[in-house]
């Protein structure tokens, strides 16, 4: 009997979590006997468009499912309406594309989303700004992509469980270290910057966090330089030998832990294929704090003592 072929298509290669999740897909792959192909998107929704729609098309490669995690926030409806349609499955990752129900009405393949639940990334976020700041204070925040509804989601959380006395300066990025370091860099050539006190630097994954501190690293006025290197910088995705890795040699004082998506989507898309049972239209993984901010809030807080 033929394997199922699947298609994991990815963001972006310069994203430590896109890698895990590119692991975690092929790990899984491995272990319930599917072929998968993974492709990156370098950052570029119509690339990413093209790259499908040629698989989709093809005459002598047809995958039996795509996996997506979508650059743009509409998540390719026209793309995904083209999988169903020639009867192909069609798994969004992080996030649920508003067309996924009308798909599954209207085709027979599996179709179905499995995120993260990011608003609740947002609420661990807001907490622990909350056990480093108790006093209140002023937060750097990256954000991601200002059409991304994880970031949208993340922010609405962190809204709803940081404290009143916690202001937010918020400055966008693109899930990238590079961008992050873009950002800070940007936002410290603005004349009200240097007026700006900062007591934290949170942002909406961990790779643009690290980017914020290596921007300030190179701040030129020692002092300057060393006060904004000693405040806490919390990020997002706590892969175990970067995120992780970063809380636990002080980079970063923490993160919020998300598993990687892709390795639960390949398994279920292909359970799925093979038994013809189709999933929840929405499977929602369950993100967690590292350290474990809110059941070690006196440690945490001993830690941030120098703010």
């Known amino acids: 009997m033929r394997k199922p072929s699947l298609v994991v298509s990815l963001i972006t290669q310069d994203n430590d979590y896109q890698i895990e999740q590119a692991r975690a897909a092929e790990e899984m792959a491995r272990r319930v006997g599917v072929d998968v192909q993974v492709i990156f998107a370098d950052n ?18 047809v995958p039996d499912g795509i996996v997506l995690e979508s650059v743009s926030g509409t998540c390719l409806p026209q793309v995904a309406r083209a999988a169903a349609a ?72 962190l809204l709803k469980t940081k404290p009143a006395g916690v202001q937010l300066k918020m400055i966008r990025g693109q899930w990238t270290e590079a961008s992050g ?27 643009m966090a690290i980017g914020a501190r290596k921007a300030f690293q190179e701040v030129t006025d020692f002092d300057a330089r060393q006060r904004w290197l000693n405040l806490p910088y919390l990020g997002c995705d706590g892969v175990p030998k970067t995120g992780q890795a970063w809380v636990q040699n002080g980079s970063l004082a923490a993160t919020v832990v998300i598993p990687p998506l892709a390795g639960q989507a390949v398994d279920m898309l292909a359970s799925s294929i093979r ?19 809110l059941a070690k809030s006196d440690r945490l807080r001993a830690a941030s003592g120098n703010i």
């Open 44 to 61: 570029d929704s119509i690339q990413q468009s093209q790259q499908l729609l040629k698989l989709i098309q093809s005459n002598t490669s």
């Open 86 to 157: 020639a009867g192909i499955g069609w798994v969004v990752l992080n996030r649920l594309a508003d067309y996924i129900h009308d798909l599954r009405r209207s085709y027979k393949v599996p179709v179905f989303a499995v995120s993260a639940d990011n608003e609740e990334v947002g609420r661990i976020q807001g907490k622990q700004l909350d056990k480093f700041l108790p006093q209140g204070g002023s937060v750097l925040y990256i954000q991601g992509p200002s059409d991304s509804l994880v970031g949208k989601s993340r922010t609405d959380g």
């Open 181 to 207: 370091y873009k950002a800070v860099n940007a936002w410290l050539r603005l004349t009200t910057s240097q007026q700006s006190h900062v007591d934290a630097v949170a942002a909406q994954n961990d790779a």
């Open 275 to 293: 038994t013809g049972a189709i999933p929840p239209e929405m499977t929602l993984m369950t993100p967690h704090s590292f350290p474990d901010a």
